[in-house]
């Protein structure tokens, strides 16, 4: 394998195992990410750490200082609610760009959505949402819009969706809200009616985003 395209690989599993842990708390905000240390931990050298370190600074869930190094700025509620609200933009001029939907990208939905509903009769909630987020990447995805897919999986969705999750089920709305929903959601694509199709998009991701409202 290419020394090159080994190294692009090793960063992107790097970069995606250190936004886990800056979502989920492991790396607490103001956290000095030192690039000896992390190199050490994944046994590489320091350039692969250095790139993954550039590209989180990207996101802005790190800064980085001359003298001072890297520091984990960290995702709170306020960028969490911001995410969610350019989620929402992109996912309904995705819609509004995908209808009318072919029998493929119908199939697929179709799909998700049933494992969707099969997780959430299991109580599986991890399934649920691996369901839930293939689902609207597929939505993402059928706008055929390659600067769309870029910028949702370089936020990540597959963690914030799960901060997300037990954010929900801590305030006790349930271990996997919007099933409903989604149903509506498809069948208004199906119909090929944007106008509810953006209504019911609209609803699951405000109730998604309202987990990061104040108590």
Not at 69 to 93: H, I, N, P, Q, W
Not at 178 to 186: E, S
Request: glycine share 10%.
């Amino acid at each position: 394998m290419d020394t090159a395209f080994k190294r692009v690989c090793m960063r992107d599993r790097i970069r995606d195992v250190l936004v886990a842990r800056i979502l989920d708390g492991t790396y607490p905000s103001g956290l000095q990410l030192k690039e000896l240390s992390l190199a050490r931990e994944f046994n590489v050298s320091q350039a692969p750490i250095r790139e993954a370190l550039r590209e989180l600074e990207g996101t802005g869930l790190v800064t980085s200082e001359r003298y001072r190094g890297t520091r984990v700025r960290g995702a709170d509620s306020v960028e969490m609610r911001e995410s969610y609200e350019l989620r929402l933009m992109m996912e309904l001029r995705a819609i509004e760009r995908s209808l009318p939907l072919t029998p493929a990208m119908i199939d697929t939905l179709q799909t998700c959505l049933t494992g969707m509903t099969d997780a959430f009769a299991r109580g599986n909630s991890e399934a649920y949402i691996d369901w839930a987020l293939r689902f609207h990447r597929g939505i993402v995805e059928g706008a055929g819009n390659g600067t769309f897919l870029k910028l949702w999986d370089s936020l990540h969705w597959d963690v914030r969706g799960r901060i997300a999750l037990r954010r929900l089920a801590a305030r006790g709305a349930g271990r996997a809200p919007g099933g409903a929903m989604h149903i509506c959601l498809m069948a208004a694509r199906r119909a090929g009616r944007g106008g509810a199709a953006v209504e019911q998009l609209t609803a699951i991701l405000q109730a998604v985003s309202d987990a990061f409202e104040p108590a």
